[in-house]
């Protein structure tokens, strides 16, 4: 039987059941697409994660990370593929489970506190179907974990950004949800505050073993954060994997420049060695001719005042830190190569230097466009 979606409902009730009756479960999306408004939103994403995993939902503005979670959700209905919690089927094309009845918590990018009530109600809302005194006990043990129990009483327009994701975080998780979604939960936090919020957030979902989603943009953040990430791209899944294996081999030149700043440099084989404009990358059992792209991480482009594959001309150079950036002018080629180096590694001043490529940093993709 098909019930309708439930877009009326109130999303903060997405995670009330009663407490203490679920544990953490496995999330799977099967073969989800979502069309809206005459558009494909999301193709054929398929993903799973374990009990107890974190997924980082990854990828830019309107690819499809928030439409992905709120079809998790249950506030948003897929139009085609399937969502299975804990191996039952939540939604399908004969299915669909409403929000309060997934086991799913929500918490949101702005963290959607209630303003006209205290803190421990606001933990409290969730646990409506427990009796009155269980549900104070609970809630405030729910502050405790999250270190405001001392603030129980107050109202969340006297909070920090970061003392009101630790309350969102604590409304979310006290129904103990089987799975938890997280919309950009850390973008409205300066970046010191952000730092510290992930770590405790991690800590927190480790230690209450919860499943967890969590959206972001930020490569870094799905790195620290997750066990697995899914890189989406124009609502289509580009690569699954964990941060790890995204960063080291990244399906596409798409996936390599989310990661990291690269240089993408058109290449060639040529006698079995992929060959671009700053010399030899790697070897390649592709005919002669081919066509290649390579992309080169900044760091992966190695500089000396005398050694080196080709010569260049140091056009820029600014110091950033921990490294220099600086912008090379390569004989033969007409766009400028962009490198990150140590600020010992070349003497100030030097401006006719050498350059080669360290392959670890590179990456080889068959085609002038740079697909996989
Ligand atoms: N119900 C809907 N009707 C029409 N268009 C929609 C609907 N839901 C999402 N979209 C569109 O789908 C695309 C993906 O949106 P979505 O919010 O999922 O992306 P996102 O990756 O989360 O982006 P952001 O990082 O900016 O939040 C956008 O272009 C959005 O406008």
Do not use: W
Not at 19 to 30: C, K, N, P, Q, W
Not at 31 to 52: P, W
Not at 181 to 191: I, K, Q, R, T
Not at 206 to 227: F, K, N, P, Q, S
């Amino acid at each position: 039987m098909r019930t309708d979606t439930t877009e009326r409902r109130d999303p903060r009730d997405a995670g009330r059941m009663k407490t203490g009756v679920s544990f953490a479960a496995d999330l799977e999306f099967r073969s989800i697409g979502f069309r809206a408004a005459g558009r494909t939103i999301l193709s054929d994403i398929d993903i799973r994660i374990h009990a107890g995993q974190i997924l980082c939902l990854l990828g830019p503005s309107g690819s499809g990370k928030t439409s992905l979670l709120r079809i998790a959700s249950g506030i948003e209905r897929q139009t085609a593929g399937q969502i299975f919690i804990g191996g039952q089927e939540v939604a399908g094309p004969d299915r669909f489970v409403p929000p309060e009845q997934r086991g799913v918590g929500l918490m949101f990018q702005d963290f959607a506190l209630f303003p006209h009530m205290t803190l421990v109600d606001n933990v409290r809302y969730g646990l409506r179907s427990l009796p009155r005194e269980m549900q104070r006990e609970t809630a405030t043990a729910a502050l405790r974990r999250v270190g405001l129990e001392h603030l129980a009483e107050t109202y969340p327009h006297n909070l920090s950004g970061g003392e009101q994701q630790r309350v969102a975080m604590a409304r979310a998780l006290v129904p103990r949800p089987q799975v938890l979604l997280m919309d950009e939960p850390f973008s409205g936090l300066d970046s010191r505050l952000r730092d510290e919020m992930r770590s405790e957030t991690v800590a927190i979902l480790r230690e209450t073993r919860a499943t967890a989603v969590i959206v972001t943009h930020d490569a870094e953040e799905a790195m620290r954060l997750g066990d697995r990430i899914a890189l989406l791209r124009a609502g289509r899944l580009v690569q699954y994997g964990t941060g790890r294996e995204l960063y080291r081999q990244p399906a596409d030149l798409f996936a390599a420049s989310f990661f990291s700043e690269i240089n993408v440099l058109p290449a060639s084989v040529q006698g079995g060695t992929v060959v671009c404009p700053l010399g030899a990358v790697a070897a390649s059992p592709r005919s002669d001719g081919t066509a290649m792209t390579v992309g080169l991480r900044l760091e992966g482009v190695r500089v000396s005042p005398d050694e080196g594959s080709v010569q260049a001309r140091v056009v820029s150079r600014q110091f950033v830190g921990r490294s220099d950036l600086l912008s090379l002018a390569v004989d033969g080629f007409d766009r400028r190569i962009r490198a990150r180096i140590r600020p010992g590694d070349l003497p100030d001043g030097v401006q006719e230097v050498f350059v080669s490529v360290d392959p670890q940093e590179a990456f080889v993709f068959e085609g002038s466009g740079g697909s996989a």
